[in-house]
């Protein structure tokens, strides 16, 4: 199969000079937050224009388009989009990074929203192209566009069997207005020949090959490297430096402190190592003679961390919801039930650490960036630097993973800083042990649930207590007054049906730096909830998957409790459909070998469902996972092969967290 090259702005601008016209097709990717606390560092810019379409007379078509590549597949997804409702092969799109420009684009790339959001925006551009190039095509016919058709990249008319490529149609097309995106005809779904097809990936054959460019393979003239020494307690701070001996290895040029930087970035600071290569870097890291103040977070630790959450669960906490009288229920119930879950920090681990490459010149500064948030980095660089926005100009690379990691500017305001410092290209690297001590991790939590089960063993009460290291707390400004926003998401309205229903919340303070994570909340609420529902099933003595279905009950629309005004409720009937789909593709019931057993959850979050069996083992006190089946409902799927990808993907990550974080 051909694969469509992916084409950098210079590449682009030296193809369009030559074909000396284009058909520019302007449309507007409505934002979705990663997080509140992203949206604050990062404001959006009040242009409605975020990306374009260009069609040239060599019969090319471009995306550009402001989102970041980092492994999940909108790199191929999102040209699909566009290339259905063109008519055209997908392989026929190139693909052009944006420039980094806050005035155009919106480029933060979080939140599970870069398909979802650019899915509609992406069908009236591509159609608003097809409707103009059918409006040129009938006009120098002069015959009805009703007559007229897109097709395989160019316009057919029926009865004269004419045919025109839209390279020929360009010029003509681009002197028409651009049609009304909110009136546009849209193909039909059933005549879809792009979408809902496996395709393979625009950047595969560079990765596989190695010819991909992540960040840590940007190379410019002239560039140094360096990597910086940060106290191992958080929130410390330099005390003493004694640097000869690190300034005799061959090869390092420079060593020098950096201040750490509170809201808005929050580095740790420390010592930069400036050096040749990143071999003297690290070795002339390792001879430096430092003394820390490690401050008052020396004194914390996982032992009091966890005193502190059973301080906490101890009393009650802050009444996020309450329905009924779940207290009442409980203490006059049939049957009580008790669990408890606890959760450690859990790092990003990307497989790429953390790197970024800047250069700061007098009139203006170059940076090159596998990042999430390339608007936010510019606006750091440019702090630092002293220099307007627009003179920061900021690449997008290739992401060896990012999972919330790369939406932050820590790895960023350190590139700046130390490029200020040398007035030379420079990339500041992380080494896998400054990614594991330094990140910003998933919170540390502790949930105490108790349920109670009536006679007929219908859930009479669920109340859920929770203490843990807010996300909210750290980012907000006033964070700190409602610490439970970024904890709960979908575990604040559960689709299993109870009159009484209580959460609770109380904040634990740490000093360890925390943000969003693979799914952010929802990879503990979904556990916790799932898990404590097996605890009920087996206190009913039911199976799991019959006890969902019944708590769940009949077809509903439950509001999202945590974000009620986005209109996006949990449906009841989606939910069911995917405890189903899994459970009959799992063989559900069917006898399993000796020692192997097998179990079920479902769940809701970012407007998907997903529920998994899964066969596992006990033995020696380690767990074995023989198989796992997994039924996904995410609306219609654009490329089925990156679903699976990102399904396969989720689960290795999440074994991941479960078994040995």
């Known amino acids: 199969m051909a694969i469509a090259p992916v084409v950098n702005r ?13 058909l520019v097709i302007g449309f507007h990717l409505s934002p979705r937050a990663f ?14 224009f975020d990306a374009w379409v260009r069609i040239t007379p060599d019969n090319r078509v471009t995306l550009i388009l402001g989102k970041s590549e980092m492994g999940q597949g909108i790199m191929t997804a999102l ?13 026929h799109v190139k693909i052009e990074q944006a420039p980094t420009n806050p005035k155009v684009y919106d480029h933060g790339t979080g939140g599970s929203g870069s398909v979802s959001g650019s899915w509609l925006p992406l069908r009236r551009a591509g159609a608003a192209a097809r409707e103009m190039l059918i409006a040129a095509a009938a006009a120098r016919w002069k015959v009805s566009p009703d007559t007229c058709k897109a097709q395989d990249g160019g316009i057919l008319h029926g009865a004269r069997k004419s045919f025109l490529t839209y390279g020929e149609l360009v010029s003509d097309a681009a002197q028409l207005p651009v049609p009304d995106f909110n009136t546009v005809p849209l193909k039909n779904s059933n005549d879809f020949t792009v979408v809902g097809h496996d395709t393979r990936r625009f950047e595969g054959r560079d990765k596989a090959t190695g010819a991909a460019i992540f960040g840590l393979d940007s190379r410019v003239p002239g560039m140094l490297y360096a990597v910086v020494a940060r106290c191992p307690v958080f929130a410390g701070k330099l005390k003493s430096l004694d640097a000869a001996k690190t300034k005799a290895v061959p090869g390092v040029r420079d060593v020098f402190a950096i201040d750490p930087v509170g809201q808005g970035a929050f580095t740790a600071g420390g010592v930069a190592v400036l050096a040749d290569n990143s071999w003297a870097a690290i070795q002339g ?12 977070a020396a004194s914390e630790s996982s032992a009091s961390l966890r005193q502190q959450f059973l301080d906490h669960a101890a009393k009650p906490g802050k009444v996020v919801r309450h329905d009924g009288d779940a207290d009442a229920a409980l203490n006059s ?35 090159w ?14 702090g630092v630097s002293k220099l307007p926005p627009e003179s920061v100009v900021v690449h997008t690379t290739l992401m060896g993973g990012g999972f919330g990691r790369r939406y932050q500017a820590d790895f960023v305001m350190e590139a700046a800083q130390v490029a200020k410092v040398c007035g030379k290209p420079v990339m500041v690297f992380w080494t896998r042990e400054d990614d594991m001590q330094h990140d910003f991790y998933r919170p540390a939590s502790y949930h105490h649930f108790a349920g109670a089960l009536d006679a007929k063993g219908q859930l009479a009460a669920w109340k859920h207590f929770q203490t843990s290291t807010s996300i909210e707390a750290m980012w907000s400004p006033k964070g700190e007054e409602n610490p439970e926003k970024s904890e709960f998401a979908t575990a604040a309205f559960i689709p299993y049906q109870t009159p009484n229903y209580r ?3 109380t904040l634990a303070k740490s000093s360890v730096p925390r943000a969003w994570w693979r799914s952010v909340e929802h990879s503990t609420s979904g556990f916790v909830v799932e898990s404590f529902v097996d605890e009920l099933a087996a206190a009913a003595g039911a199976d799991p998957l019959e006890f969902r279905l019944r708590l769940i009950g009949e077809d509903r629309k439950i509001p999202d409790f945590t974000n009620p005004k986005e ?22 019931g069917k006898p399993l070998p000796k020692g192997v057993s097998r179990g079920i959850a479902g769940y809701y979050s970012f407007e998907s469902y997903t529920a998994a069996v899964v066969e596992a083992s006990v033995k020696n006190g380690g767990v074995k996972v023989h198989r796992i089946v997994y039924a996904v409902d995410c609306g219609r799927p654009i490329n089925p092969e990156g679903v699976r990808a990102q399904v396969e993907s989720a689960a290795i990550y999440g074994l991941s967290a479960a078994l040995h974080d």
């Not at 040209?79 to 997908?90: F, H, N, T």
């Open 35 to 48: 997080a509140d606390q992203a949206e604050e560092q990062e404001k959006k810019p009040p242009n409605p």
């Open 10 to 22: 210079r590449d682009f601008l030296k193809t369009g000079v030559a074909g000396s016209v284009a």
């Open 503 to 505: 959460i609770e919340y």
């Open 285 to 296: 890291r390792k001879a430096l003679q430092i003394t820390w103040d490690e401050g008052p």
């Open 79 to 91: 040209p699909m989009i566009l290339a259905e409702e063109l008519c055209l092969d997908w392989k």
């Open 369 to 382: 960036i596998p990042t999430q948030a390339p608007q936010w980095a510019q606006g750091v660089i440019a």
């Open 333 to 367: 119930s049939v049957k009580r039930v008790e669990a408890l879950y606890e959760f450690p920090f859990a790092a990003h681990a990307t497989m790429e650490p953390m790197n970024c490459t800047v250069h700061i010149r007098p009139d203006g500064a170059e940076a």
């Open 567 to 588: 209109g996006r409720p949990l449906d009841t009937a989606r939910l069911k459909g995917v405890l189903r789909l899994a459970a009959e593709k799992a063989g559900w």
